[in-house]
Each structure stands twice: as structure tokens, then as C-alpha cells.
């Protein structure tokens, strides 16, 4: 049980979901904006609530791995093992859906996500609803915006539209849950793991349950397929724009911003041009220094660019992160937020001298 919410408004909160209303929640990841799965007009409710296309899917949560062939059909071997090894946790599995899950939870395909999560609030409200119900639960934000880590973020951006916020305290991992789905490799040879979103698993961590490679299928075309969510080109992205550029060339953006008069915030982790950086003139710059491990610079990223966002700067300049295996998941929400990939265009745009 959290330190912040108590057993009556989880109760309380299942009794609402049962009857058709939208409930946010904590999970390990982000905050959910949940319907229960069968209710069709409170899933339409959030849809609307996020101005979210009534194409992309949500995910379903459900209280155990043993509930996993109830919700989706012709579940492989693989998928079994990785429930097996992370669930409760930050993993969603795409699986065919079963005759339990309507098409309007998955965006009209065959397919669902499905996930355990790892946190106790939300655990108990899945296993107040009763073994054949579910949350169909995206995060509880507007669509395509930063993601909310706190039960404050979800109430500043959607406030009374929510029947319902559970408060867990702040989210553990701080970025969305690794996608996987499977694609069938012909001829009796099985199915293999690919990744469709990174998250809070690995690379690493998938091949080591599976004792085997994952390929990686991430994609910012507008459609992938299957449509997963968080997987369009553009979002987790704050209004005011922001700018991914690398290391060597930063400080030039930076002298370029501040001589157009905008008001920067500069977004990196110590390292090499951290001095230059702490020492450079304070006007019209703002200094945000981010941790060097991965896990730590996730847990932070969503919060501290809602913060900026609402400082009213011009301009939000994130230094690039490592082309590492360990990045992937917090590279890939950067990329997403930003307005343009200063990264590959670096040396058109910076100005020299």
C-alpha cells in the first residue's frame, strides 16, 4: 500500500471503474488514465479527455501473468518467458487479442498490449475489479505531451475532466514501458522478440531472459506496424521548443540563441564542456545539469521538462545523448520531443565563429 492513498479510495476507485468511470492512476512508468476494459463509453471518455486518435491503442493492465491467455490468443513461448522473468514491471507484450478485448481499446487491430505493473497502488485496484477485468490505461496526459510522473502533473494538465486520481507518489522509472511483440520466423522455427517501443527493460536485459538476440524494430514513421503507442515521430513533447544538439556544437547554438535575445534553458550532463558551459555568461541562459546514469537521467526527464516548460523560456537546448545501448529509451523520448533533430543537421544549423 502507497504512503499516500489508503485502502477506502482504492476501493473507492474500483467502484468507479466498475460503473464506467475514468480513474488515473500510479504506475511504476507514468500515471494511467484508466477505463475498465469492457466499459465502451468510458474508453471512449479517454480518448476524448486526451484528444487522443481514436486509432492509436491503449494498453491493458492486468493483476498476473496468469490471466495473460484470458486477454490475448496463441500466446508463444517467448512471450511466456519474458512475463515470467519481468512481470510485475515495465514490459508490455503485443499478443493477438482475444474475443475479451474490444477493438476500440486497440485502435481497430488484432492485436494488444498487455502489462503487469510494479506498483502496489495500481496492483490493488486490478485486484479490486475481479479476475475478468481489466484497465485499458494510456498515460494521463494530453496526447503527443510529456508524459506525468507525479498525481500533481496529471491534475495540472487534466483536472477535473478525471472522475478520480490515485495518488502513488512519484513514478519509480519515470519512462514508459518496453514494447515487445513477436513476428513468426516460418518453417517450425518459432518466433523471435523485436522491440517496438525501449523503456525501462533493456536491450540487454530481454536478450539475457531469453537467452537470445532482440531485434530492435523502432520506428518513427507515423505508422508502424502494429500501431503501438508512443511510436509516432513526434511526442512526449513540452510547447516550447526544444532542440537536441551534440556535444561539439552546443555552445555555438548556445552563443546563437543568446545573441537573438531568447531565453535558454541548456539541458546536459557534466562531462567535457560542462566548465564552458557553468562559465559562460548567466544572461538570458538558464544551467540544468542532468545525472550521467541512465536510469537516474530517466526517472528526471519528464519532470524537469514540464518544469521548464512552464518557466516561460524561448527555448529548451538538450545536449544529445551517447548513441548507447543503455540511452536508447530516454534518446528515443528526447527525439520524439524535439522540434527538429538538431543532431543531423548540426553543421547547417550552428553558426561558426
Not at 499478443?95 to 498490449?113: A, N
Request: aromatic share 6%; hydrophobic share 40%; proline share 8%.
Amino acid at each position: 500500500m502507497s504512503a499516500w492513498t489508503t485502502h477506502n479510495e482504492i476501493a473507492a476507485a474500483a467502484t468507479l471503474l466498475k460503473a464506467g468511470g475514468v480513474v488515473a492512476f500510479p504506475t511504476e512508468t507514468v500515471y494511467g488514465l484508466g477505463a475498465e476494459v469492457s466499459r465502451s463509453s468510458a474508453v471512449r471518455r479517454i480518448f476524448e479527455i486526451k484528444r487522443r486518435p481514436v486509432g492509436h491503442p491503449l494498453i491493458v493492465h492486468i493483476a498476473d501473468s496468469s490471466r495473460l491467455q484470458y486477454w490475448a490468443e496463441d500466446v508463444p513461448q517467448q512471450a511466456w518467458q519474458l512475463a515470467e522473468h519481468f512481470w510485475p514491471g515495465p514490459l508490455t507484450l503485443i499478443l493477438p487479442r482475444s474475443r475479451y478485448v474490444p477493438k476500440d481499446v486497440t485502435g481497430g487491430q488484432d492485436t494488444v498490449g498487455l502489462r503487469v505493473p510494479a506498483h502496489p497502488v495500481a496492483l490493488d485496484l486490478l485486484n479490486a475489479l475481479g479476475p475478468e477485468e481489466a484497465i485499458a490505461a494510456p498515460s494521463a496526459n494530453r496526447f503527443g505531451r510529456i508524459s506525468p510522473t507525479t498525481a500533481a502533473h496529471v491534475r495540472e494538465e487534466l483536472g477535473e475532466a478525471v472522475d478520480m486520481i490515485l495518488d502513488g507518489g512519484p513514478c519509480e522509472v519515470g519512462l514508459e514501458s518496453t514494447i515487445v511483440g513477436f513476428e513468426d520466423q516460418g518453417s517450425g522455427k518459432g518466433s523471435r522478440a523485436m522491440i517496438l517501443r525501449p523503456g525501462g527493460i533493456t536491450v540487454a536485459a530481454l536478450e539475457e531472459a531469453l537467452a537470445g538476440r532482440v531485434i530492435s524494430k523502432v520506428s518513427s514513421q507515423p505508422m508502424p506496424m502494429p500501431r503501438v503507442p508512443g511510436a509516432l515521430a513526434s511526442h512526449y513533447a513540452p510547447a516550447t521548443p526544444l532542440e537536441l544538439w551534440p556535444g561539439e556544437y552546443i555552445y555555438s547554438r548556445v552563443r546563437d540563441l543568446r545573441a537573438r535575445g531568447l531565453n535558454i534553458a541548456l539541458v546536459t550532463r557534466p562531462g567535457q564542456f560542462h566548465e564552458q558551459l557553468e562559465n559562460s555568461t548567466k544572461e538570458n541562459i538558464v544551467y540544468v545539469p542532468m545525472p550521467v546514469e541512465p536510469e537516474r537521467y530517466g526517472q528526471l526527464l519528464y519532470g524537469t521538462l514540464r518544469r521548464l516548460d512552464n518557466a516561460g523560456f524561448d527555448r529548451l537546448l538538450i545536449e544529445a545523448l551517447p548513441d548507447d545501448p543503455q540511452w536508447m529509451a530516454v534518446a528515443d523520448r528526447l527525439r520524439r520531443a524535439s522540434c527538429f533533430n538538431a543532431a543531423k543537421n548540426a553543421e547547417n544549423e550552428v553558426v561558426h565563429g
